[in-house]
């Protein structure tokens, strides 16, 4: 398992309670990728669907690239104290079996994050981050998750941290 970042700060954590994820709630972040409303077209002589282009993929002065990812389960309540962003392309993560996650985002306040949002999918759902957009780290709820990852590959410093010097305690969503 891996453990989540930890702060070498006394402070105490502020709560954060995760809500549920929905388009409009994400939207000043990046797009949900998920199979609500229509499908957009029928293909493959009318036996498929498509629900087409639910985010458009950025990668400055790279390529984008599709890999999986395996990531061990978190619990709630948990510490977040580290996020980050890529500032040369956005960053798709969509699970591939049908289990939630947690997905933190933050405003960008003159360079370094605001206070964080706490977002939980419905199992089906996934994210594309917009370039620039803090976020946190992977984190299944439910056991060990695969994921499919859609982002900028390429020459470039693509990773920002940043600790909060006092960290956030995420807790378990209000049944």
Do not use: C, K
């Not at 759902?125 to 590959?153: C, K, M, S």
Request: net charge negative; glycine share 8%; proline share 13%.
């Amino acid at each position: 398992m891996i453990p989540a970042p930890m702060s070498s700060t006394p402070l105490t954590p502020a709560p954060l309670t995760p809500t549920p994820l929905t388009p409009a709630a994400f939207a000043p972040f990046g797009e949900v990728l998920g199979f609500e409303g229509q499908p957009s077209f029928a293909f493959n002589a009318g036996m498929a669907v498509r629900w087409h282009a639910r985010a458009l993929p950025s990668a400055a002065e790279g390529r984008v690239a599709i890999s999986l990812a395996r990531a061990e389960p978190r619990t709630l309540p948990m510490i977040l104290a580290l996020v980050e962003r890529h500032p040369l392309g956005s960053q798709a993560f969509m699970p591939l079996s049908p289990a939630p996650f947690l997905v933190v985002v933050a405003p960008d306040r003159d360079g370094v994050p605001g206070a964080p949002l706490a977002f939980l999918t419905d199992g089906r759902q996934g994210v594309n981050y917009r370039a620039g957009t803090w976020h946190g780290l992977l984190a299944p709820l439910a056991g060990t998750q695969e994921f499919l990852i859609v982002d900028r590959d390429g020459a470039g410093t693509n990773l920002e941290e940043h600790h909060y010097a006092t960290p956030y305690t995420i807790l378990a969503p209000s049944a």
